[in-house]
């Protein structure tokens, strides 16, 4: 018997990513929010190397496209931070419902 | 034996990653969610492994999971209740098993009247808080006008004294006492909106007021404004002490018609799960009248009307009452994903890697893909700026806000114009304030019209 095949883990990868989906839309937290993006993020990573294990594993250049996207998901998590900790400490909340002054 | 082994291993991982992540936007502690967040990044990292990345698992373990354990470091700082302990003491309190307990999402539905204050005659809704200024603003909550960011006040503490007394309404300038006209409407003088002319004993009387937190009765001031353990809204002691003389009466109503407490009640489903959600629509009246109870029973227990109890599961939720569609849209679009990638017809290669991934993917980084380094590099540098940018701005606000301590312009011989409602604001020109909008008037005349008034902010 063999081990799981592509079609396994681009399942884990969509369940991933629906529950980012969710979490995107219910949060009320910005930091909340930029969890989930990071859980879709992931789940788009581990469809990526399913794919370069199974369809080209002689091409690492999957492989590189990963690593540049775990560097955006770490520059957007620093970046995401810092701003969520400047609105926090302005507003004392990072509630995504806070951040409407372009309404006003 | 090897394939049972890999599948073992990976539906044990995939599980793991799966369930955190869905506990991670269910949970009512940030500290938790981050946590769950780390373990769903770790067994991903295990799957890569499993895929032969192992390079990427490294990678993942050390950018994400590192990320991750310095933003739940942030989240104990800033969050307030980072742990969830008090969300779970609440829960605990009211007996929720199960799911429940684990999560605090906004109530849905429309938020109850203060039913019991709007029945008697002569009192009004003690929610109702509104500018001085500005009395067109209106919120059930204290905060700050939107318009000109003085801190709202009571409309009952306006309203008592537009009862008491009887003397024909005479409307004038909070800050040109001199006009007085008998309508309501803008001072011809810097356009603010004109007040009654006794309004500001009620002021000095709702300073006298003490506010406290509905949580922690030891937090005890003398302004509106959010309990500095918990973050909820603070409630004068008047509101506090109404709710307790009129709890019984609210509850008697509750039992006789459910409708009162439609958004309150609390969904149990036939087998006795009862559902995530703190409040729910309301249901037949077999399944409601326990639930009322029980909702009666948390109320009573923290001293609370119907409204308070709805504003506090709104202070305290971590999601939206949008939840279950929020599911749903997730749900969906997992499966929608799932049949495309199931149906689609892969061309699947035979072999596995055949060279060394770290070597391999280290060429291609130096000769092909150095340019996409250098951009996520760019884009860190972009974010730290930013960051610090931000930062500056945010300093030279603060500096601004800081009073000043005399006005200097005047010896200059040139005419400086400010704002009635923003001091610090300074310009060299008439103009509308920045902030509030309001016509900027010459220094002098404010500082001598908020020494006649004693100051409003």
Redesign the interface.
């Known amino acids: 018997m063999s081990g799981p095949g592509l079609i396994p883990y681009l399942i884990v990868g969509a369940l991933l990513f629906g529950v980012g989906v969710a979490g995107v839309l219910s949060q009320r937290s910005g930091l909340m929010v930029l969890m989930s993006i990071e859980i879709m993020l992931n789940a788009a990573v581990l469809t990526l190397i399913a794919f370069w294990r199974f369809v080209g594993p002689a091409n690492y250049d999957a492989q590189v496209f990963v690593i540049i996207i775990v560097t955006i998901a770490a520059v957007e998590m620093a970046a995401g931070l810092g701003l969520m900790l400047l609105v926090f400490r302005q507003r004392g909340n990072a509630n995504v419902d806070s951040l409407k002054d372009l309404k006003q | 034996?090897?394939?049972?082994f890999?599948?073992i291993i990976?539906l044990s991982l995939?599980t793991i990653?799966?369930v955190t992540?869905?506990g991670?936007?269910l949970t009512m502690s940030?500290y938790r969610?981050?946590l769950a967040?780390m373990a769903?990044?770790v067994a991903?990292a295990g799957?890569?492994i499993?895929?032969?990345?192992d390079?990427?698992a490294a990678?993942?373990i050390m950018?994400?999971v590192g990320?991750?354990l310095?933003?739940v470091l942030?989240?104990v700082m800033?969050?307030?209740d980072p742990g969830g302990e008090m969300m779970w003491g609440m829960k605990r309190d009211m007996h929720m098993p199960g799911l429940a307990a684990f999560s605090m999402h906004?109530p849905r539905g429309k938020p109850p009247e203060e039913e019991s204050t709007q029945e008697q005659p002569g009192t009004h809704q003690v929610n109702d808080w509104t500018c001085p200024m500005h009395p067109e603003v209106q919120q059930d909550h204290p905060g700050n006008c939107?318009k000109c960011g003085m801190t709202l006040m009571q409309a009952e503490a306006q309203q008592s004294v537009q009862e008491t007394s009887n003397q024909s309404k005479v409307y004038t300038c909070p800050m040109h006492p001199e006009v007085r006209e008998h309508q309501p409407g803008s001072c011809p003088k810097c356009g603010m909106t004109l007040v009654e002319a006794e309004t500001e004993e009620p002021h000095q009387a709702d300073t006298l007021k003490t506010y406290t937190c509905p949580m922690h009765p030891e937090v005890q001031q003398d302004q509106p404004g959010?309990c500095p353990k918990c973050?909820m809204t603070l409630r004068s002691t008047d509101d506090t002490s109404q709710s307790h003389a009129t709890g019984e009466h609210a509850g008697m109503s509750m039992e006789q018609g459910a409708h009162t407490m439609s958004g309150m009640s609390m969904e149990q489903s036939g087998d006795g799960h009862r559902s995530h959600d703190m409040s729910m629509p309301i249901q037949a009246s077999g399944e409601s009248g326990h639930d009322m109870n029980i909702s009666q029973h948390d109320m009573n227990m923290f001293g609370m009307t119907p409204r308070q109890y709805y504003q506090m599961m709104v202070d305290m939720?971590?999601?939206?009452s949008?939840?279950p569609?929020?599911?749903a849209?997730?749900?969906?679009?997992?499966?929608l994903?799932?049949v495309l990638?199931?149906q689609t017809p892969?061309?699947?290669?035979a072999?596995?890697?055949?060279?060394d991934?770290t070597n391999?993917?280290g060429e291609?980084?130096l000769s092909?893909?150095m340019i996409?380094?250098e951009g996520?590099a760019f884009?860190?540098l972009a974010?730290i700026a930013?960051?610090v940018l931000?930062?500056k701005r945010?300093r030279t606000q603060l500096q601004l806000q800081m009073p000043s301590p005399e006005p200097q312009a005047s010896d200059a011989g040139e005419q400086t114009y400010t704002c009635p409602m923003h001091p610090e604001v300074r310009e060299s020109r008439p103009g509308n304030c920045p902030k509030c909008g309001m016509t900027l008037i010459p220094a002098e005349e404010t500082v001598g019209s908020q020494h006649k008034h004693g100051g409003h902010s």
Request: glycine letters at 12%.
């Open positions: 034996m090897n394939g049972i890999e599948w990976f995939s990653a799966v992540a869905a991670m936007i940030m969610a981050g967040l769903s990044f991903l799957l890569f499993l895929l032969n990345a390079l990427l990678i993942q950018m994400n990320g991750m310095v933003m942030f989240m800033m969050m307030i906004m939107p959010n973050g939720a971590m999601s939206t949008q939840l569609w929020a599911i849209l997730g749900i969906a679009s997992a499966l994903l799932i990638v199931v892969w061309p699947l290669a072999g596995g890697p055949t060279q991934a391999a993917v291609l980084l092909r893909y996409g380094f996520a884009l860190i974010g930013g960051a931000l930062g945010e």
